[in-house]
């Protein structure tokens, strides 16, 4: 089958900054432990946002960063302080997530916020790609966040075995 990627909205560390010694911390709970046996063995590769935005990167560290997250098999998304109010902020929390549990009445549509979610999706496409290179692949899309991801990747790569929960 060959690689498998799992893709979430956060990664399954926690990184800490310490002047310039950048440390990942394994998360516990929720999805980080119930992918674990799944990450841990084999060929896999997590994708996610690494909860720092761009502008909250210092200078020079994004290197450490990507050594740090590769270390536990993981891989961030660069994401800005405009793509994390538009994609979760925005439109993942007051469009999809109503609309998903019921709460019409609590769904908002924003313009901006659809495009940032647009934008935000192909960035993950964009990352999963190249990560995947020519190799076959199984990608394990976690959540609602990412309900473009499919078809993009799919439009890219209709090889590629994908699946979402």
């Known amino acids: 089958m060959g690689k498998t990627i799992i893709i979430s909205n956060r990664l399954p560390v926690q990184l800490q900054i310490d002047g310039d010694t950048i440390t990942a911390i394994p998360s516990v709970g929720g999805l980080a432990t119930g992918m674990k046996s799944v990450h841990s063995g084999g060929d896999s590769l997590w994708i996610g946002w690494s909860g720092l935005t761009d502008e909250e990167i210092p200078e020079g560290l994004a290197p450490k960063i990507d050594k740090a997250l590769k270390e536990h098999g993981s891989s961030k998304v660069n994401l800005t302080e405009a793509d994390v109010d538009g994609f979760y902020y925005g439109f993942s929390n007051r469009t999809i997530w ?10 908002e549509f924003e313009l901006d916020s659809w495009n940032t979610y647009v934008a935000v999706n192909q960035k993950f496409a964009n990352v999963v790609l190249e990560e995947v290179g020519n190799e076959k692949a199984f990608v394990f899309i976690q959540d609602y966040h990412f309900t473009l991801l499919p078809k993009m990747l799919k439009e890219s790569r209709p090889d590629l075995l994908v699946a979402q929960f």
Do not use: A, I, V
């Open 98 to 107: 109503p609309l998903f549990h019921y709460f019409m009445e609590y769904t």
